[in-house]
Structures are given as structure tokens and as C-alpha cells.
Antibody, heavy 125, light 113 residues
Framework: QVQNLQSGPEVKRPGASVKVSCETS????????IHWVRQAPGHRLEWLAW????????KYSQKFQGRVTITRDTPASTAYMELSSLRSEDTARYYC??????????????????WGQGTTVIVSS | DIVMTQTPLSLPVTPGEAASISCRSS????????????LDWYLQKPGQSPQLLIY???YRASGVSDRLSGSGSGADFTLKISRVEAEDVGVYYC?????????FGQGTRLEIK
């Protein structure tokens, strides 16, 4: 079964870090890029970052540059998103989604066609 | 960053009627080098993760009803639903991916009258 299975909910204090995992199955991990998208309550979807699962190349939103780190464990077919220096505005549901690699650009062609179930991250003192 | 603007933000529709959502980008999503236009549509049903509907302006994703169609060019795009059904309820988003960061529209909430 093709799926992205994300780690469970997190509650963090301001200033802390959180690491969310996205364990993929049912497809060839290294043929895809993995995007991270979040949705804060009442807000639109917001793109954070992307990793090329084949070679580890990454792209980040400038808004999160320096605070977000995307990694992958190829043998485990798993991608990770770590967000540091958490603030209350980071309270959101975080999603991973796959995108078939067609070239090195990372722009994709076939859309984000498989999404994880989402991971709720709450930042509160 | 490319700004994506959707209209309307709320769309009440009677079942069986047609519906249309507009998405405009602050710059063209056409790559003149490869001739491709990098615009997708997603639907987030209540309590669910987003799901892909349309990629590259007009290609329906696997399993998506042919009642849905995407069109447009440059910086002006439309998603049409020919006969709205109860299962179409949710928030529709357009997303550009011609450049990083990818950006989404504000979302259009479709509801059944």
C-alpha cells in the first residue's frame, strides 16, 4: 500500500525543537522528492521545504531558513523535518507529501499525489 | 515570492449546479524554456489531508472525477466542477511550483446549499 506515515502529535515549549518523521512505504523512495507543508489554524497551506530523496538536495522557504532542516534516511525510506526555535506561531499541522522526480530542479510535474496523515505540533508555555 | 489569489473565498452551491474557482498568480507560471505551466489544484476535505486533483493546469490526477476540469494559462487559471455533489465539499487550493518557495492560494471553501 502506497502511503506516508507520519509520527505522532507533539507539544513543545517556546524555544524548543521538534522533529517530525515521514515513513514511506509501497513505492521507491529514491524516485521521489518529499515536500513539507503546514497548516496553522485558520490559515492557508504553507510550503516549508523539499528534499530530493535520491541525492539529498534540499530547498527551503526563506521564511524558515535557518530554523528548518530536512533530512532523509534512504534505507529506512523515511524523511524528517526538524524545526527549531519554536514559537507559538509554529502551532500547526505539518504534512509530508511526495512528488515524482523528473529532473534536478525539484519543480516536479505530476503533483503532490500522496500525503501523510499530518502531525499536530502545539507550541505553548 | 509568487502570490496566489483565489476567488471566491466562499462558494455555496446547489447540488447538480456547476461551480467555478479562479486562481491568479502575481507572475506567469509558464516556463518559456520547457513550455510547461506549473499550477496544481488540491482539495482538503473536512478533517483530511489535502489531495491532488489537477496537475500542470489541466491533467486530472488518478481517480479524480471527470466532472472536474482545469484550464488557464500564464497567470490566470480556473477549476470547474460541472455538477456539484456532496462529496465535493471542502477547501480548494491552487499551488504554483514554477519556483521555490512553492505557494498556495488562500483557499476556496465549497459548501452545499
Amino acid at each position: 500500500q502506497v502511503q506516508n506515515l507520519q509520527s505522532g502529535p507533539e507539544v513543545k515549549r517556546p524555544g524548543a525543537s521538534v522533529k517530525v518523521s515521514c515513513e514511506t512505504s509501497g513505492y521507491s523512495f529514491s524516485h521521489y522528492g518529499i515536500h513539507w507543508v503546514r497548516q496553522a489554524p485558520g490559515h492557508r497551506l504553507e510550503w516549508l521545504a523539499w528534499i530530493n530523496a535520491a541525492n539529498g538536495n534540499t530547498k527551503y522557504s526563506q521564511k524558515f531558513q535557518g530554523r528548518v532542516t530536512i533530512t532523509r534516511d534512504t534505507p529506512a525510506s523515511t524523511a524528517y523535518m526538524e524545526l527549531s526555535s519554536l514559537r507559538s506561531e509554529d502551532t500547526a499541522r505539518y504534512y509530508c507529501a511526495r512528488d515524482l522526480l523528473v529532473d534536478e530542479s525539484g519543480r516536479g510535474f505530476y503533483g503532490l499525489d500522496v500525503w501523510g496523515q499530518g502531525t499536530t505540533v502545539i507550541v505553548s508555555s | 515570492d509568487i502570490v496566489m489569489t483565489q476567488t471566491p473565498l466562499s462558494l455555496p452551491v446547489t447540488p447538480g449546479e456547476a461551480a467555478s474557482i479562479s486562481c491568479r498568480s502575481s507572475q506567469s507560471l509558464l516556463d518559456s524554456n520547457d513550455g510547461n505551466t506549473y499550477l496544481d489544484w488540491y482539495l482538503q476535505k473536512p478533517g483530511q489531508s489535502p489531495q491532488l486533483l489537477i496537475y500542470m493546469v489541466s491533467y486530472r490526477a488518478s481517480g479524480v472525477s471527470d466532472r472536474l476540469s482545469g484550464s488557464g494559462s500564464g497567470a490566470d487559471f480556473t477549476l470547474k466542477i460541472s455538477r456539484v455533489e456532496a462529496e465535493d465539499v471542502g477547501v480548494y487550493y491552487c499551488m504554483q511550483h514554477i519556483e521555490f518557495p512553492h505557494t498556495f492560494g488562500q483557499g476556496t471553501r465549497l459548501e452545499i446549499k
